[in-house]
């Protein structure tokens, strides 16, 4: 079993900035493909990003070019920066760990373990 737990939201003004960490114990995160998923209210859990196993990274469009994930392996945690954010950014942000196989990068029931989410609102 993996827990994952969440930081780093928080309020900010559009083209403002935020990192957002995911903090893992019970396993290795390294050995899995690690995704961040947001869902605002009243909209589907969307794929910002994800880091393979090989440190691989693959971006929705609508983060490519303003979102970087990273993990630092010796922390066992999963970042996620965020830069130039809009107010479309705004949602409860969550990290998953994909540990029974998948393509990384697929859909959000693909992944076993999340965390409880962070808050992000841009306005």
């Known amino acids: 079993h993996v827990q994952l737990v969440e930081s780093g939201g928080g309020s900010v003004q559009p083209g403002g900035s935020l990192r957002l960490s995911c903090a893992a114990s019970?396993?290795?995160?390294?050995?899995?493909?690690m995704g961040w998923f947001r869902q605002a209210p009243g909209k589907e859990r969307e794929g910002i990003a994800v880091?393979?196993?090989?440190?691989?990274?693959a971006y929705a469009d609508s983060a490519t070019g303003r979102f970087t994930i990273s993990q630092d392996n010796a922390k066992n945690t999963l970042y996620l920066q965020m830069n130039s954010l809009k107010p479309e950014d705004t949602a409860l942000y969550y990290c998953?760990?994909?540990?029974?196989?998948?393509?990384?990068?697929?859909?959000?029931?693909?992944?076993?373990?999340w965390g409880q989410g962070t808050q992000v609102t841009v306005s």
């Open positions: 019970g396993d290795t995160i390294s050995r899995y493909c």
């Open positions: 998953a760990a994909m540990t029974d196989g998948g393509v990384c990068g697929g859909p959000p029931f693909e992944y076993k373990f």
């Open positions: 880091i393979d196993s090989r440190g691989g990274t």
